[in-house]
C-alpha cells in the first residue's frame, strides 16, 4: 500500500485523496459515528488505516444507495465487524448495459424497472460517477430529444422526475457539512433545478453544509437565507436567461451581500452583467472548483 505517512498508515489529506470525501466531512464522520480508529504517528498526527479506507469508501456508497450518513456508518461497521462487504461491479460491459436498461425503461416509463437499475448502477458506481456517466449524460440527450419531438413532454417530466427524486434522496444529509455553507435556488420563474441538486450533492460530499431552496424562489427570500446562514456563497441555477435578466437588479443587489454564481446556460458576460460569475463546468467539475478555490483563500 501506497502510503502518505508513517508505519504504513494514511494521513488524513490522502485518504480524503482515495475516497473523495473531504477531510471535513471524514473529522465529521469520525466525532458523530465512530467510524473511523486512527492511531498516532510520534509527531501527533492522526494515521488512518486500510480498514478505515474500507468503512469510508462503504459508508459513501451506502449514503448513494439512499441510506441517510448514520445508517451508512452503522452499516458499514456491522460489515467490517461481520466481513461481508458487498462486492463492486466493474465490468464496462456490464454498466453499459445497465445505463441502456434505465435509459429504455424511463423512456416506456416504467418506474419500478428504472429504480431497479439506479439500484444496480449505485452498487457499482460513485455518486461522481453516477452523475458524470449516467444521469448527466442522459438528461442532455432527453432534453435534445425532446426538442427534436423524439419523446413526449410526458416521457421527459417522468424520466426528469424520478432521476430528481432518487437524487434528492442520495442527498438528504447534505445539510450536515461542517463546512462553509452554501445557498442553492433557482430564481422566479426557473423551475429545473437538476443541475444544482447535482452540483449540491458533489459539494455537500466535500464538507459544504448546503441550503437547497429549490425552483421558483424569490430573491428576497435568497437573501435573507444566506444572511441568516453566513453564506460564503450563492448558486442560481440558469436554463433560460430572461429569468436572471428579469431580476437583473434585485440579484445585483444580493451579490453585493454574498458572492453569487450562476450554473447552466450562462456565459461569463452574462453573469457579470448582474454582478455574479459563471460556473461554467459541468455541476461535478464546478463543485470541485469552488471547493478548491475556497481552500486557496484559506491558505
Given at each position: 500500500?501506497?502510503?502518505?505517512?508513517?508505519?504504513?498508515?494514511?494521513?488524513?489529506?490522502?485518504?480524503?485523496?482515495?475516497?473523495?470525501?473531504?477531510?471535513?466531512?471524514?473529522?465529521?464522520?469520525?466525532?458523530?459515528?465512530?467510524?473511523?480508529?486512527?492511531?498516532?504517528?510520534?509527531?501527533?498526527?492522526?494515521?488512518?488505516?486500510?480498514?478505515?479506507?474500507?468503512?469510508?469508501r462503504?459508508?459513501?456508497?451506502?449514503?448513494?444507495?439512499?441510506?441517510?450518513?448514520?445508517?451508512?456508518?452503522?452499516?458499514?461497521?456491522?460489515d467490517?465487524?461481520?466481513?461481508t462487504?458487498?462486492?463492486?461491479?466493474?465490468?464496462?460491459?456490464?454498466?453499459?448495459?445497465?445505463?441502456?436498461?434505465?435509459?429504455?425503461?424511463?423512456?416506456?416509463?416504467?418506474?419500478?424497472?428504472?429504480?431497479?437499475?439506479?439500484?444496480?448502477?449505485?452498487?457499482?458506481?460513485?455518486?461522481?460517477?453516477l452523475?458524470?456517466?449516467?444521469?448527466?449524460?442522459?438528461?442532455?440527450?432527453?432534453?435534445?430529444?425532446?426538442?427534436?419531438?423524439?419523446?413526449?413532454?410526458?416521457?421527459?417530466?417522468?424520466?426528469?422526475?424520478?432521476?430528481?427524486?432518487?437524487?434528492?434522496?442520495?442527498?438528504?444529509?447534505?445539510g450536515a457539512?461542517?463546512?462553509?455553507?452554501?445557498?442553492?435556488?433557482?430564481?422566479?420563474?426557473e423551475?429545473?433545478?437538476?443541475?444544482?441538486?447535482?452540483?449540491?450533492m458533489?459539494?455537500g460530499?466535500?464538507?459544504?453544509?448546503?441550503?437547497?431552496?429549490?425552483?421558483?424562489?424569490?430573491?428576497?427570500?435568497?437573501?435573507?437565507?444566506?444572511?441568516s446562514?453566513?453564506?460564503?456563497?450563492?448558486?442560481?441555477?440558469?436554463?433560460?436567461?430572461?429569468?436572471?435578466?428579469?431580476?437583473?437588479?434585485?440579484?445585483r443587489?444580493?451579490?453585493?451581500?454574498?458572492?453569487?454564481?450562476?450554473?447552466?446556460?450562462?456565459?461569463?458576460?452574462?453573469?457579470?452583467?448582474?454582478?455574479?460569475?459563471?460556473?461554467?463546468?459541468?455541476?461535478?467539475?464546478?463543485?470541485?472548483?469552488?471547493?478548491?478555490?475556497?481552500?486557496?483563500?484559506?491558505?
Amino acid at each position: 500500500m501506497a502510503v502518505d505517512g508513517e508505519g504504513g498508515y494514511l494521513r488524513i489529506g490522502e485518504l480524503a485523496r482515495r475516497t473523495g470525501v473531504s477531510p471535513e466531512l471524514l473529522r465529521a464522520w469520525e466525532q458523530r459515528y465512530d467510524l473511523l480508529r486512527p492511531s498516532r504517528s510520534n509527531g501527533g498526527f492522526r494515521l488512518y488505516s486500510d480498514e478505515d479506507e474500507r468503512r469510508v469508501r462503504r459508508t459513501a456508497q451506502l449514503i448513494a444507495g439512499g441510506l441517510s450518513a448514520a445508517q451508512a456508518a452503522s452499516q458499514a461497521l456491522d460489515d467490517a465487524r461481520t466481513s461481508t462487504p458487498r462486492p463492486q461491479e466493474t465490468d464496462p460491459r456490464t454498466l453499459e448495459a445497465l445505463t441502456t436498461r434505465l435509459a429504455t425503461s424511463l423512456d416506456v416509463m416504467d418506474g419500478e424497472e428504472a429504480h431497479r437499475a439506479i439500484d444496480r448502477l449505485l452498487s457499482a458506481l460513485s455518486v461522481d460517477g453516477l452523475l458524470q456517466d449516467v444521469a448527466l449524460p442522459y438528461l442532455r440527450e432527453l432534453g435534445d430529444r425532446w426538442a427534436r419531438g423524439e419523446v413526449s413532454v410526458a416521457q421527459e417530466h417522468f424520466a426528469s422526475s424520478l432521476i430528481r427524486g432518487r437524487l434528492l434522496g442520495i442527498a438528504r444529509d447534505w445539510g450536515a457539512g461542517v463546512g462553509p455553507s452554501v445557498v442553492l435556488a433557482c430564481v422566479p420563474g426557473e423551475a429545473h433545478d437538476i443541475g444544482l441538486i447535482s452540483f449540491g450533492m458533489q459539494i455537500g460530499q466535500r464538507g459544504w453544509r448546503v441550503i437547497f431552496l429549490g425552483a421558483d424562489t424569490p430573491i428576497d427570500a435568497i437573501e435573507s437565507t444566506a444572511r441568516s446562514a453566513d453564506a460564503a456563497l450563492v448558486v442560481l441555477a440558469v436554463t433560460d436567461m430572461k429569468h436572471v435578466r428579469a431580476q437583473a437588479e434585485a440579484i445585483r443587489e444580493l451579490a453585493a451581500v454574498v458572492p453569487v454564481a450562476l450554473g447552466g446556460e450562462v456565459t461569463q458576460a452574462d453573469a457579470q452583467a448582474v454582478g455574479a460569475r459563471a460556473l461554467l463546468s459541468d455541476p461535478v467539475g464546478a463543485a470541485r472548483e469552488v471547493a478548491r478555490e475556497h481552500r486557496r483563500s484559506l491558505a
